[in-house]
């Protein structure tokens, strides 16, 4: 079967300039996110992110192979799969080097897909959220941002809401971060510091430095709302105001952890009292 497959898509025209326009739009949005705002579309490079949206019914628009790229074992069980969902017409073979010129990953499986990213709008919101949220507050490290959004989708938690000045949740660097985990959330971007509190009616905590109210002595046994907050200022006045601040200690006296670690230890600390306690 397999051999099949890989025949079918070698008899494909092979892209051999970069001036295409399934090449350049791929390249645009791999290295700016501007492009990613106007179009609302991303970048999943390899097999696991394209699986991901396989499995989740997020269908590509568009999905990019090197040549090369078709006899290799991972892609060639891919391409069933791409095949069962009717998607052979949304595939193009490029030659090696111009899937070189636009891949952002060194050494890998030369596979990428372009997909529209879901929109989901708070103010249409029939009703406040009354189940488990992340609240990601200025969250502006990719690797963090997919991180906790990777945690999130294992705990349970579905609904994740991100400020204005947090890094782009499907941006192709996130993406890779969350492993995917981004297909199996509501995420809600883009979304005014000041504004975010008033889409929920939940408990919110958030992680401070600068308190003696250890997490440990948190009663979590209820939906609650966890922010996260920026890299180096933490969670905002506008945020924090309205927040029950929350330290996880340290007994060696760092200054605090990285807001990917304490996200996670906050977020697990919720499932064992819940169902390990």
């Not at 394209?50 to 891919?78: D, N, R």
């Not at 105001?241 to 330290?247: G, L």
């Amino acid at each position: 079967m397999t051999d099949i497959i890989t025949n079918k898509f070698s008899n494909n025209p092979v892209i051999t300039s970069d001036k295409n326009p399934t090449v350049k739009l791929a390249k645009a949005l791999l290295t700016q996110s501007r492009q990613r705002k106007k179009s609302g579309q991303t970048v999943l490079e390899g097999v696991h992110l394209i699986e991901s949206a396989l499995q989740a019914k997020h269908f590509p628009t568009q999905i990019i192979i090197s040549y090369s790229g078709l006899s290799h074992p991972e892609v060639q069980a891919l391409l069933i799969e791409i095949s069962n969902h009717h998607l052979d017409n949304k595939l193009t073979v490029v030659s090696d080097s111009v899937y070189q010129s636009i891949s952002s990953l060194g050494n890998g499986v030369d596979i990428m897909a372009i997909i529209d990213v879901p929109e989901h709008r708070l103010y249409k919101l029939k009703s406040p959220i009354t189940t488990d949220c992340l609240i990601l507050n200025d969250v502006q490290d990719n690797g963090n941002m997919g991180t906790l959004l990777r945690t999130a989708a294992a705990v349970g938690i579905k609904t994740v809401i991100c400020t204005k000045g947090c890094a782009q949740a499907w941006s192709p660097k996130t993406m890779r971060a969350g492993m995917g985990a981004q297909f199996g959330l509501t995420i809600y971007e883009g979304i005014e510091a000041d504004e975010v509190l008033s889409y929920i009616r939940l408990p919110v905590y958030a992680t401070s430095s600068h308190t003696d109210n250890i997490i440990y002595k948190q009663n979590l046994n209820r939906p609650v709302a966890w922010v996260m907050g920026h890299e180096g200022q933490g969670v905002c006045d506008a945020i924090m105001q309205q927040a029950i601040p929350v330290a996880l200690p340290q007994p060696n006296g760092q200054e605090s952890l990285n807001v990917a670690i304490a996200g996670a230890l906050c977020m697990y600390e919720t499932l064992r009292q819940r169902q390990y306690s």
